[in-house]
């Protein structure tokens, strides 16, 4: 695969980058260069391999999945300009 000039414009336009139209040419280049080593990764024979979430072996912590409010609701708004029953009062904005 490779990326031509109108594609590197339309990659920083998307990402809101101004490009000057020197810098095109370089960017596709290093875009190109990107592309081919992921291309390689994809020849790497991965079978057998576990995956990991770290060089070293690790067991991640885990919590219950349950919704809870956390329970400090008062500290939660305790540095809010205003506040009732642990909730955020705001002035009125919809007359």
């Known amino acids: ?3 031509d000039q109108a ?5 920083a336009q998307l990402a809101r ?13 290093e875009l190109n260069a990107i592309l081919s080593f992921v291309a390689e990764l994809d020849g790497v024979d991965v ?12 067991q991640l912590r885990r919590r219950p999945d349950a919704v809870t409010d956390g329970g ?3 500290a939660v708004v305790a540095n809010a300009a205003a506040s009732e029953d642990n909730l955020f009062a705001v002035p009125k904005v919809i007359e």
């Not at 101004?18 to 280049?29: D, K, S, Y």
């Not at 079978?47 to 690790?58: D, H, I, Q, R, Y």
């Open 47 to 58: 079978a057998g391999v576990e995956p990991m979430t770290s060089v070293l072996p690790m």
């Open 17 to 29: 980058i101004t490009l000057a139209e020197g810098e095109v040419e370089h960017l596709r280049g």
């Open 1 to 3: 695969m490779s990326i």
């Open 7 to 11: 594609t590197v414009r339309r990659v």
């Open 72 to 74: 400090i609701a008062a």
